[in-house]
């Protein structure tokens, strides 16, 4: 009966697996009786059906058939596993066939026994290794990265086996580390957790090299060293002993080293600057989103490279600190190191309007962090004068909008721009210039801006033009707005000649040789030059 079923799948068998030289296997496909009569005589034979019975029991109990394939072609020379139909010694040799015209060729075929199985053979997919890409404390260096820099390490401190004190670890900080050297103080603290006073070869190793620190971006090194355990931002407060440790070893800073109050004042002014342009959260904490996307890492390199101070025009330059601590000076008249409305209204010979003054001291624009009610401190002094004197940048963009802004819905509308204007007009009517009316200003200003749509302005409108400062002086600074209107071509050439220089580079620059003609006639008048007088008003 196994036989029986068996023979019932032969009409899915493949004439072309007969091979038989004598039939071809066209006219087998042709008379599909023939192929029966095969069939049905091969079944016949005794030995197929020992074979087909040994397979079914085989099956029935769980043992592979490949099992069985095998052992048949292990003793194949030996048996004929597989009867013939033909009689022993009649039995035709194949005729040799090209490997064109052979269907051995043509189209192979895979025996069950080859396959070890009935089933379609599934290969397994190749599993790759995928390289580690996350590494909790950073990616390790490179063995000859690291070998060079072990290197190193050994030639500094190889006169100084029981480790380096902190002046003589700026060696380490340049040539190793490849950081500006007033960083190194930091570095020596963060190592030296102890407060020892010494920073040894391993120990060193284990923060830099074993730490994984000389494989990070230099903006992530410093951010590391800067910040406090456990925080994930810095503060003004982690700047303040590595622009202390620059004024004390800066070449171009040594003529403070006897004005300590200077010293401190300069060191405060660089990091209001470096928050301004860079922390845009107005949280006063720095990201290493935004340490990497701004240019303080450049400017402090360049900072530590160049001896004159001076030409470190972002955030370092004491040019730009002597002229904003001046500015402050000469409004603070009572010199409690506050200003009030009173003293605010006169900045710039009373440039500015009373209405934009009122909205500062609203606090709209910027919270201060002075205590007095009513007064601003030094550092809300900073933000203001530098939003002033650059309008051209988005922090001073984002901060007279905030101003203009009354209801603070994120749009200046007519009726906003009107209410500023007003008081321009009736300043301009009485210093006697020719007023110019609202709608025509507003059509200027219009042609100007270029915003999407024409009922109002909105913060992305002013950051996409180039004259968006001129939007504002037009509004609530008189003098800049006839300046703007006048098209002074002393200032269309000096902008020319050096582009890269900022609204706030030139008005500092000209500030700052005002201020220094004025020191030096108030010196000549005194009789010298050279001789100090803390009597003088001025700080300088």
Known sequence: ?????????????????????????????????????????????????????????????????????????ANAAGTNSLPSMFQAGSTPPLSPRSSSGSPRFSKPKTSP????????LVSEPVREAIP??????GRPPPNGLKEQCLSKIDELFSSHMDGLQVQEFKAVTKEVCKLPTFLSSAIFRKIDTG????????????????GNMMTMDTATQVFKILKQPHCNY????????????????????????????????????????IFYYISRSGTGRLTLWELKRGNLIAAMQHADEEEDINKVLRYF?????????????ELDTDHDFFIDKENLIRYG?????YRIVDRIFSQVPRKFTSKVEGKMGYEDFVYFMLSEEDKSCEPSLEYWFKCIDLDGNGVLTRNELQFFYEEQLHRMECMAQEPVLFEDILCQIVDMIGPEKEDYFTLKDLKGCKLSGNFFNILFNLNKFIAFESRDPFLIRQEREDPSLTEWDRFAHREYIRL??????????????????ESLEAPF
Request: glycine share 6%; hydrophobic share 40%; proline share 5%.
């Open 349 to 353: 010979n009373h440039a500015l309007t």
């Open 113 to 120: 026994s080859s396959l070890g199985s009935p089933l379609k």
């Open 132 to 137: 580690q890409f996350y590494f909790q404390n």
């Open 516 to 533: 220094s003609m004025e020191e030096d006639g108030e010196n000549a008048s005194n009789g010298s030059v050279e001789v100090w007088d």
């Open 195 to 210: 407060c020892s006073g010494i920073v040894t070869r391993d120990a060193f190793i284990r923060y830099w090299v074993d």
């Open 234 to 273: 810095l503060s003004q407060v982690d700047f303040k002993p590595v622009l202390l440790e620059l004024v004390a070893t800066h070449p171009g800073l040594e003529f403070l080293h006897g004005t300590p109050e200077f010293q401190e004042r300069y060191a405060e002014t660089v990091i209001y600057r």
């Open 317 to 329: 330059s004491y040019e730009h600190f002597y002229v904003i601590y001046c500015k402050f000076w």
């Open 1 to 73: 009966m196994d036989i029986d079923a068996v023979a019932g799948d032969i009409t899915s068998l493949d004439p072309e697996l007969l091979q038989l030289p004598e039939l071809s296997p066209f006219a087998l496909k042709a008379s599909p009786q023939i192929v029966d009569d095969l069939f049905s005589q091969w079944l016949s034979l005794p030995q197929t059906g020992r074979l087909v019975k040994s397979l079914i029991d085989e099956s029935s109990s769980g043992i592979s058939i490949g099992t069985h394939g095998n052992s048949l072609s």
